[in-house]
């Protein structure tokens, strides 16, 4: 069985600048998770779909943070315009119902 | 709403010894529990679970962990670690009804000395 699918796993960017990560999650899982780790930190739940609608956003900085998932399938999560703080790894995970699994992550530098 | 306690942020121990990771947790319902692992560069894996039934559970790479309700604890353990299992481990709750809204641990960093 095929994992969460990420990409890209790695970008830089400079501060201001826009950045998209996309998010195939396993097949037939209805829940999408975005979290955002930052080193040394745990996993904080930036937003979290059921099919495609919204659960969660509550921690979703909506100034510059935005995301979709279309179709209920494949998720994006934007960043526009990045700052310094932005800089952390983005985990996507989805679940069938009770357990939950995540991609590799796409990690992120804004310089 | 659930809380998890990871009250050991680093834990080193040499390699071939016995590790105990500890995780307590709160909840004013019922909870399905877990342990991720995080292999430095990379995204979370499952190491094991627990969602019903026997409360010692195994898991992957000769991992275990016991539900203990009473005392609301998922305490992770291996009889023996590698220099591989240097990483850093997460536990995590979710309710057992409604939406699958995650909280994790702070994490616990297993450092193995060789």
């Known amino acids: 069985e095929a994992g969460v699918a990420q990409s890209p796993r790695y970008k830089i960017i400079e501060k201001r600048q826009s950045v998209a990560f996309w998010c195939n999650p396993i097949?037939?899982?209805?829940?999408l998770y975005w979290y955002q780790q930052i080193l040394g930190q745990g996993p904080k739940l930036l937003i979290q779909?059921?099919?495609?609608?919204?659960?969660?956003d509550s921690q979703l900085p909506k100034d510059r943070f935005s995301a979709e998932r279309l179709k209920g399938v494949d998720s994006t999560l934007k960043i526009q315009p990045a700052k310094l703080e932005d800089s952390a790894v983005y985990l996507c995970?989805?679940?069938?119902?009770?357990?939950?699994?995540f991609g590799e992550g796409s990690w992120l530098t804004v310089v | 709403a659930q809380s998890v306690t990871q009250l050991d942020s680093q834990v080193p121990v040499f390699e071939e010894a016995p590790v105990e990771l500890r995780c307590n947790y709160s909840?004013?319902?019922?909870?399905?529990l877990f342990w991720y692992v995080q292999y430095p560069n990379q995204g979370l894996q499952l190491l094991l679970k627990?969602?019903?039934?026997?409360?010692l559970v195994k898991g992957i790479n000769g991992f275990e962990a016991e539900f203990n309700k009473s005392q609301t604890s998922f305490h992770l353990r291996k009889p023996s670690v590698h220099i591989s299992d240097t990483a850093e481990y997460f536990c995590a709750v979710i309710p057992s009804g409604g939406y699958q809204k995650v909280t994790f641990g702070t994490g616990t960093k297993l450092q193995v000395i060789p």
């Open positions: 995970a989805s679940s069938p119902g009770n357990t939950i699994y």
């Open positions: 909840s004013s319902v019922s909870v399905y």
């Open positions: 779909f059921q099919n495609n609608g919204v659960v969660d």
């Open positions: 097949s037939g899982h209805a829940t």
């Open positions: 627990y969602l019903s039934g026997s409360t």
